[in-house]
């Protein structure tokens, strides 16, 4: 079965029903957790950015309390999947400020932690890898935006 545009798909949401729609978005929400979790924020965070950074950095700062550092490839795995989750969050929310404040917030934490772990090559390069999305998120914003989030990449 070959998929349809995005286009075809909301021609076609346009002709149906309130009732209908409701019963797609209850559908779609049962296949996967992700679109379940989509649904969540468009329902029901959205609205409130401040609030839901400040519950993704606290799952964030929940993840990087759970590192265990015996083994810095655990550390390593543990980093790729944090940031597999801020990418995820950074994703249903499609903002660049949102992008800018998780990014420099999982930054920061990685700069907190042991030296001894830091000097890790691939740590290094997951660190150097997301400050170059910082910069190209800060880019997009508006001007007073970017002159804060600059100065904020600076003492990183």
Known sequence: M???TVNEIKQELSHLSKEKLVALCQRLARFKKENKELL???LFEA????AYIKSVKQEIDGQF???NTGSVYFVKKSLRKILRIANKYIRYSG???VETE???YFC???KSM???IKANTVIVNIYQNQLKKIKAAIAGLHEDLQYEYLKELEML
């Open 95 to 97: 903002s660049s400020t």
């Open 2 to 4: 070959k998929a349809a």
């Open 108 to 110: 920061s934490l990685i």
């Open 40 to 42: 969540t924020f468009l």
């Open 65 to 67: 309390d759970a590192i």
């Open 102 to 104: 998780l990014l420099l």
């Open 47 to 50: 609205d409130d950015m401040e």
């Open 114 to 116: 042991d030296a001894s």
